[in-house]
């Protein structure tokens, strides 16, 4: 249950009280009164189990070895970035920082949720994967193209229950309206794949990311929408003037002048 998933509602009530008491001046409906009460002893009741719940996470992650170097924080999060509706009441930003030594969500599309998910789901120890394209198979986010006779007759991914993958296509999704590489990168894909397979793809490339991360220790650094446009451009370019070549011809480029 969300944690903001009924509070909104209540807070318009403004004749209702948390003791039962309700204001004598309007004309309620006695059972929808008594509905109203039964849910917002529900609510109350999962949202102390919800705070049950942070305090035993927040005491198990306080007896995990500190990975990260002794005094060192991590970098302010990314504006626009929300941590969602069922994130901890603690610092649990931090504290996957300390433990891992590194931030994943400095990674477009990666929230603090559903870096804790990776983590609880794989681990920090990445050696248990040779390569980043072994892990990526492990999750099911590679192709597993089924051959017979030569022929491929079904194309594909595994199908793989894995909370892992899961949380790596709902990062993939969120990047619809990301102004970063990712950002452009999903949005090529899924104009020329469709979303699904965009999905997928962009999946894929989060966990190799995320695996170098955590096995190098490396930091992720945004080129920005703008270096993957050009970048993109360029291999369009490289492509045509490789067919131009095979075909005896070649392609002169011409700057054309900016729109005013």
Same mark, same amino acid.
């Given at each position: 249950? !969300?944690?903001?998933?009924?509070?909104?509602?209540?807070?318009?009530?403004?004749?209702?009280?948390?003791h039962?008491?309700?204001?004598?001046?309007?004309?309620?409906?006695?059972?929808?009164?008594?509905?109203?009460?039964?849910?917002?002893? +529900?609510?109350?009741?999962?949202?102390?189990?919800?705070?049950?719940?942070?305090? *035993?996470?927040?005491?198990?992650?306080? +007896?995990?070895?500190d990975?990260?170097?002794?005094?060192?924080?991590?970098?302010?999060?990314?504006?626009? $970035?929300?941590?969602?509706?069922?994130?901890?009441?603690f610092?649990?930003?931090?504290?996957?920082?300390?433990?891992?030594?590194?931030?994943? +969500?400095?990674?477009?599309?990666?929230?603090?949720?559903?870096?804790?998910?990776?983590? %609880?789901?794989?681990?920090?120890?990445?050696? $248990?994967? +040779?390569?980043?394209?072994?892990?990526?198979?492990?999750?099911?986010?590679?192709?597993?193209?089924?051959?017979?006779?030569?022929?491929?007759?079904?194309?594909?991914?595994?199908?793989?229950?894995?909370?892992?993958?899961?949380?790596?296509?709902?990062?993939?999704?969120?990047?619809?309206?990301?102004?970063?590489?990712?950002? %452009?990168?999903?949005?090529?894909?899924? %104009?020329?794949?469709?979303?699904?397979?965009?999905?997928? *793809?962009? *999946?894929?490339?989060?966990a190799?990311?995320?695996?170098?991360?955590?096995?190098?220790?490396?930091?992720?650094?945004?080129?920005?929408?703008?270096?993957?446009?050009?970048?993109?451009q360029?291999?369009?370019?490289?492509?045509?003037? $490789?067919? !131009?070549?095979?075909?005896?011809?070649?392609?002169?480029?011409? !700057?054309?002048? *900016?729109? $005013?």
């Amino acid at each position: 249950m !969300a944690r903001e998933g009924y509070r909104w509602w209540f807070c318009k009530c403004n004749d209702f009280n948390l003791h039962g008491a309700f204001s004598r001046d309007r004309n309620w409906r006695p059972e929808l009164l008594f509905v109203l009460r039964k849910q917002m002893q +529900t609510y109350i009741a999962y949202q102390k189990r919800i705070e049950e719940c942070d305090e *035993a996470l927040a005491a198990h992650l306080r +007896t995990m070895e500190d990975q990260a170097e002794s005094g060192s924080k991590p970098q302010t999060p990314k504006a626009g $970035k929300r941590a969602g509706g069922n994130a901890p009441q603690f610092n649990l930003r931090g504290e996957l920082y300390r433990i891992s030594g590194i931030d994943l +969500t400095r990674i477009d599309g990666i929230n603090v949720m559903i870096a804790q998910t990776v983590v %609880a789901e794989v681990g920090l120890d990445m050696s $248990k994967w +040779t390569t980043e394209a072994h892990f990526a198979s492990w999750l099911g986010l590679c192709p597993n193209n089924k051959i017979t006779g030569g022929k491929v007759y079904h194309r594909g991914t595994r199908h793989v229950e894995n909370r892992a993958a899961t949380a790596f296509r709902m990062a993939a999704t969120s990047l619809w309206r990301s102004k970063t590489y990712l950002g %452009a990168k999903f949005k090529r894909l899924r %104009a020329h794949l469709g979303a699904p397979k965009a999905i997928t *793809a962009m *999946a894929h490339t989060l966990a190799r990311l995320v695996y170098r991360m955590l096995k190098h220790g490396q930091d992720y650094v945004d080129k920005g929408m703008e270096f993957y446009q050009q970048r993109y451009q360029q291999q369009q370019i490289n492509w045509m003037q $490789k067919m !131009a070549k095979d075909l005896g011809l070649v392609i002169t480029l011409i !700057a054309t002048p *900016a729109a $005013k």
